[in-house]
Nanobody, 114 residues
Framework: QVQLVESGGGLVQPGGSLRLSCVTS?????LAWYRQAPGKERELVAT???????NYANSVKDRFTISRDNAKNTVYLQMSALQPEDTAVYYC???????????WGQGTQVTVSS
């Protein structure tokens, strides 16, 4: 069983920055960040492959950056120019290409408010 542990959430003012981290218990091919705002469905924020190829939701392009450190089994989400609409629980997601299994972290709350 692969475990994912997120950290780095919190309260930030509009226009501020925050970095989320997610440590996986083993190396996983594809990693991603999702978010779920109150009353809304969970949505994809960004993805990164083992080789470092990235993809972003249009709503976060040019503001968020996903990266990974394979030696540390860690994926990051650097968020800048945060807006109230970015408020959500952010979830780390991992997918093993070998098994097809998908794993989720417990989530970390990000609140953007003045």
């Amino acid at each position: 069983q692969v475990q994912l542990v997120e950290s780095g959430g919190g309260l930030v003012q509009p226009g501020g920055s925050l970095r989320l981290s997610c440590v996986t218990s083993t190396t996983i091919s594809n990693l991603a960040w999702y978010r779920q705002a109150p009353g809304k469905e969970r949505e994809l924020v960004a993805t990164i492959t083992l080789g470092g190829s990235t993809n972003y939701a249009n709503s976060v392009k040019d503001r968020f950056t996903i990266s990974r450190d394979n030696a540390k089994n860690t994926v990051y989400l650097q968020m800048s120019a945060l807006q109230p609409e970015d408020t959500a629980v952010y979830y780390c997601n991992a997918k093993s290409l070998a098994s097809g299994r998908v794993y989720w972290g417990q989530g970390t709350q990000v609140t953007v408010s003045s």
